[in-house]
């Protein structure tokens, strides 16, 4: 089983800038894919990023250019930066991880509780 803790969410403007960290515990997550997704009132989850096992990254087209993930392995903790704030992320983020390289929620067998980030204009 993997436990995942998601922080640093908050209010911010348009423009601004959030850490949101991701901490792990359980198993290591070395070996996992680990995904953001992220979640507005009335509307479906969706995939915001994911690095994969090898270090790969890939984003969704609405975030690219303003959010980075990393992983640090040692930390057992994945992060998202999230820049250039728009009023459109506003959502509650998730933290999730998996063992294939995917961009399905579904495919995700672990998450967290989400954080909630909201960007005023």
């Known amino acids: 089983q993997v436990q995942l803790v998601e922080s640093g969410g908050g209010l911010v403007q348009a423009g601004g800038s959030l850490r949101l960290s991701c901490a792990a515990s359980?198993?290591?997550?070395?070996?996992?894919?680990m995904g953001w997704f992220r979640q507005a009132p009335g509307r479906e989850r969706e995939f915001v990023a994911a690095i994969w096992w090898s270090g790969t990254t890939y984003y969704a087209d609405s975030v690219k250019g303003r959010f980075t993930v990393s992983r640090d392995n040692a930390k057992n903790t994945v992060y998202l930066q999230l820049s250039s704030l728009k009023p459109e992320d506003t959502a509650v983020y998730y933290c999730?991880?998996?063992?294939?390289?995917?961009?399905?929620?579904?495919?995700?067998?672990?998450w967290g509780q989400g954080t909630q980030v909201t960007v005023s204009s």
């Open positions: 999730a991880a998996g063992s294939g390289i995917t961009v399905v929620a579904a495919n995700y067998g672990y």
């Open positions: 359980g198993r290591t997550i070395s070996s996992y894919s």
